[in-house]
């Protein structure tokens, strides 16, 4: 069993910045990888970066440059730095967790607005 717990969303202006953390319940070098997803308002959940028990990460194109993931293992945390933040960055962003099994959590709002 894996809880993934989200935090750091909120309300910033367009070409303002966020971090969003994901605190996992066990240690990092337990979970294959840890993504993070967005949700926009009656959109579909897709995928947004990942970081690998190895290290390796991968980002989707449209956050390429802007955002970075990153990992801290002392804290079993995962956070993401999202900077140039666009009015479609708005939504949920949620932490998906993959042992052999998928954990999410439940997710924290972001919304970019001036």
């Known amino acids: 069993q894996v809880q993934l717990v989200e935090s750091g969303g909120g309300l910033v202006q367009p070409g303002g910045s966020l971090r969003l953390s994901c605190v996992a319940s066990?240690?990092?070098?337990?979970?294959?990888?840890i993504d993070w997803y967005h949700q926009a308002p009656g959109e579909e959940r897709e995928f947004v970066a990942r970081?690998?028990?190895?290290?390796?990460?991968n980002y989707s194109d449209s956050v390429k440059g802007r955002f970075t993931i990153s990992k801290d293992f002392n804290a079993n945390t995962v956070y993401l730095r999202m900077n140039s933040l666009k009015s479609e960055d708005t939504g949920v962003y949620y932490c998906?967790?993959?042992?052999?099994?998928?954990?999410w959590g439940k997710g924290t709002l972001v919304t970019v607005s001036s």
């Open positions: 066990r240690s990092l070098f337990s979970i294959n990888y």
């Open positions: 998906h967790g993959f042992t052999g099994i998928d954990y």
């Open positions: 970081i690998r028990a190895n290290g390796a990460i």
